[in-house]
């Protein structure tokens, strides 16, 4: 197979739980860590929630692992049981006796109970795990709490974990299930990947499958659009880097490239992310037909129209063409010294040709002083993939410039100069059929096609991610994010109340699907960076294109320079 090609002495990617393989990423020790301190807790409730493939059958190997070995374990896998078939299955794995041509709810209860008590005495726990439990009914979910009325005056004699999807978790909010939601002592859902966590953890199967050090098979951006596609989901990763890389072996490839994730993702998410991508693009290549035909009008004045309500865009103050911004912001680092400036919007090549050519992180500090205060951290750093507050770096890439006009914001061009130097352009958008950009001291309208020539792809923007973020938010999440989204949505609504405080809410689920339905994203209700971008922009927390012209044009006016 092809693992052999790549130097691999097994295929890395299998789907199968290999002990070998185990990556714990924080959020993977942090359930660990609430399983065990609830095993330890005295009895009752533990609950394990997560989407499918994220993880929790490796957590529950771990568990078990670390389980002491005056521990009695029953484990049941199928849950499709009445409450009759639960308990005679709960009994067969502790091996408890029983009269098993007609047992009853009753003998069955009182032999387990008969065994809890002794087994107490004995000095010995008793554990009870359920694996897939959204699909326990409410009857039989009532009956297991029936099973821990056992107790002593310090503990309960069955310590009891369920671990399911996040139906799980809305299940257990039923009115006639409290009780049984009040004693849970430790719960924790566990969420997907982060970009960087999904990075480290293909290194980590590559390097277990004995990839050679130095020897880089997925690219940055491919690793980034892995994470994009499987939304950080361990199982889906492995599923659709074992087809990248036994298409690149297909095709006698050194490693893997954009092209071969695109047909691996066509083939393995059944067709759902390219369907998504093909309309999306087709989407805005309309959209870039319409501009073409109407370019007085600026395409970011535009595009909010159709997602803003209306009192927002009534309260829109009408736009106004720059035609003149020299502002008084701290000097760039340039690649060539800027040369005078008679009109302050100059259409190059009345300009000085590499003006607005600036070096990496003095398109940087530009970008941070029009969103942040003090000094911007280092590229590399705040451009790590790492989620930072209060300003984070995304980084992206873009085929039409369509795409880049479609974000609406100010961003940061990747360049190349002729000389193989590293270089960068703050983009802000188009005016009179050409590139909008900022070189310091002054707006320049450059032809697309110069721009064109040096940069490859590559974009930079600063956001401002929702407070404690860390990742996706999903399904029965609990944490500050949640309460943060959900104000911002408020806020977009105009709303007094949000929909949800630290628990994510059906409520807020559905609030969140609807809106990516209306901004054509994936409308699977998990709150991820490319939601957040649209919500953050429409609900006035991250700076806009048109924002930051507004804000060079009123810092023209305090320092008493000509306005347009």
């Given amino acids: 197979m092809y693992h052999q090609y790549f130097g691999l002495t097994e295929a890395p990617f299998s789907i199968a739980v290999n002990p070998r393989y185990l990556f714990m990423s924080p959020r993977h020790r942090d359930a660990l860590a609430h399983l065990l301190y609830g095993v330890g807790a005295g009895?009752?409730?533990i609950l394990l929630t997560g989407e499918v493939g994220t993880g929790k059958t490796t957590i529950n190997r771990c568990l078990l692992e670390q389980m002491p070995a005056d521990t009695d374990i029953a484990i049941i896998l199928n849950p499709a049981l009445d409450a009759l078939e639960l308990l005679a299955t709960v009994c067969d794995e502790l091996g408890i006796d029983y009269d098993n041509q007609q047992p009853t709810l009753k003998t069955l209860t009182d032999r387990l109970h008969r065994f809890l008590l002794q087994n107490?005495?004995?000095?010995?726990k008793t554990v009870l795990m359920i694996d897939e439990a959204q699909h326990l009914d409410v009857d039989v979910l009532e009956q297991i709490r029936l099973l821990t009325n056992l107790e002593t005056n310090s503990e309960k004699l069955l310590q009891i974990i369920l671990i399911g999807q996040p139906e799980l978790a809305r299940l257990l909010q039923r009115p006639e299930l409290r009780q049984l939601n009040q004693r849970i002592t430790a719960r924790y859902n566990l969420t997907p990947l982060t970009a960087p966590e999904t990075a480290a953890y293909i290194r980590h199967r590559l390097q277990v499958a004995g990839l050679a050090p130095g020897r880089v098979l997925f690219p940055p951006e491919v690793v980034r659009g892995i994470h994009r596609i499987t939304r950080g989901i361990p199982r889906l990763i492995n599923v659709l880097c074992d087809r990248i890389l036994l298409g690149t072996y297909g095709r006698n490839r050194e490693r893997a490239d954009k092209g071969m994730l695109a047909i691996?993702?066509?083939e393995v998410m059944g067709g759902e992310d390219s369907r998504h991508n093909s309309s999306r693009r087709t989407f805005w290549l309309g959209a870039g037909a319409v501009v073409l035909v109407a370019l007085p009008l600026s395409v970011w004045w535009l595009w909010p129209l159709a997602t803003v309500p209306a009192e927002s865009i009534a309260s829109t103050p009408s736009p106004a063409v720059v035609d003149a911004v020299p502002v008084a912001v701290a000097a760039p680092v340039t690649l060539a010294p800027a040369s005078p400036v008679p009109d302050p919007v100059v259409s190059a090549p009345a300009a000085t040709a590499s003006d607005w050519q600036l070096a990496p992180q003095a398109a940087l500090e530009q970008l941070w002083q029009l969103q942040a205060e003090g000094p911007a951290p280092a590229l590399e750093q705040l451009c790590d993939e790492a989620i930072r507050f209060p300003l984070s770096c995304l980084r992206g890439s873009a085929e039409t410039w369509q795409e880049l006009l479609a974000l609406q914001r100010p961003l940061i061009l990747d360049l190349v100069t002729p000389a193989r130097f590293a270089a960068a352009a703050l983009f802000l958008g188009e005016d009179e059929g050409r590139a909008l950009l900022w070189s310091g001291n002054a707006l320049r309208r450059v032809p697309f096609t110069e721009v064109a020539a040096l940069w490859r792809g590559g974009y930079r923007l600063l956001w401002r991610p929702p407070a404690a973020f860390s990742g996706p938010i999903g399904r029965a999440e609990s944490s500050p994010a949640v309460a943060d989204v959900a104000a911002l949505f408020?806020?977009?609504d105009g709303q007094p109340q949000p929909l949800a405080d630290n628990g994510y809410t059906a409520a807020l689920a559905d609030r969140v699907r609807l809106f990516q339905r209306e901004q054509q994203l994936l409308a699977?209700?998990?709150?991820?960076?490319?939601t957040?971008?649209?919500l953050n922009?429409?609900?006035g927390r991250d700076l806009s294109a048109r924002a930051a012209l507004d804000l060079l044009k009123s810092i023209t006016t305090a320092t008493g320079e000509p306005t347009p």
Wanted: aromatic share 8%.
């Fill in 264 to 266: 691996a993702a066509a």
């Fill in 524 to 530: 699977d209700g998990v709150v991820g960076e490319q």
């Fill in 532 to 534: 957040l971008l649209r």
């Fill in 537 to 539: 922009l429409l609900a």
């Fill in 43 to 45: 009895g009752g409730f």
């Fill in 490 to 492: 408020a806020r977009f």
């Fill in 120 to 124: 107490h005495a004995d000095g010995r």
